[in-house]
Each structure stands twice: as C-alpha cells, then as structure tokens.
C-alpha cells in the first residue's frame, strides 16, 4: 500500500529575509556584548531613550487636551461622534474604544449614565 507524500519539498524562505534575520541577530549579539562591557554607556543610552518617548507621549496629550478643550462642556455620544471622533479616530489611526479607554484613564472625560452625556473635564471650571 502507497502512502501518500508531497511530491516535493516545502520551499525554503528567500535569502534576503534569512539575510535580515542574520542582520538582526549580528545586531542583538553586538549589544548584548556593549551590556557586558559597558554598561554604563548603555544605561545612559537607554535613560535618554526613555526620555525622548516620555517627552513625544506628553506631548501627544498635550494635544489631545488642546482639542478637547475646543469641545463643549457636556456632549451626547452623536454629538461626539460627529464633532470629534470621526475625524479624530481617522487621522489618528485610533480605534474608538482605543480612544474612549485613554480618555477615561487620563481624567480628560467622563461618562455621565444619568443624562447619557460625556463631560468634558479639560475645560476650566466657571467661576
């Protein structure tokens, strides 16, 4: 009884994505070795990292807070949608639950169930 077997082997990868994934591992042995020998240079390289992506994650939210506050104090979830969030979301390349979670985690708005509104917190309180 023949069993049946492919007729050919499966193709190998092209040579110029193994070449990037020998590029690749040339580059992590290349720093796993400046760990190993400077440490303290790599530290300093990865503090300012962590400072320039602090610096461009503030200054996304400061944007964020400058348009929201352009936006009435309350708004129904349409209103929302047709002022804001259409565009928003598109330009952005942002889902809208993307949008509503980081909102809501950084205190910029708030969902009222009672009159089934978002308040917007950016704007300053009237005295």
Same mark, same amino acid.
């Given at each position: 009884m023949k069993q049946n077997r492919p007729k050919s082997r499966p193709s190998r990868k092209p040579a110029t994505r193994r070449g990037k994934v020998l590029a690749r591992l040339a580059l992590t042995r290349h720093r796993q070795?400046? &760990? !190993? @020998? /400077?440490p303290e240079h790599m @530290?300093?390289? /990865?503090?300012?990292a962590i +400072?320039? +992506?602090k610096a461009v994650k503030d200054q996304k939210n400061q944007n #964020?807070? +400058?348009v929201l506050s352009t936006l009435p104090d /309350? #708004? $129904?979830?349409?209103e929302l949608r047709q002022l804001f969030l259409d565009e928003y979301c598109r330009n952005k390349e942002v889902t809208e639950e993307s949008f509503f #979670? !980081?909102?809501k985690r950084r205190g910029l708005m708030a969902y009222d169930p009672a009159d089934g509104t &978002?308040?917007? #917190? $950016?704007k300053e309180p009237k005295a």
């Open positions: 070795k400046a &760990w !190993r @020998e /400077r @530290e300093g390289i /990865r503090q300012r +400072a320039k +992506a #964020l807070i +400058a /309350r #708004l $129904t979830p349409t #979670l !980081r909102v &978002w308040v917007n #917190l $950016t």
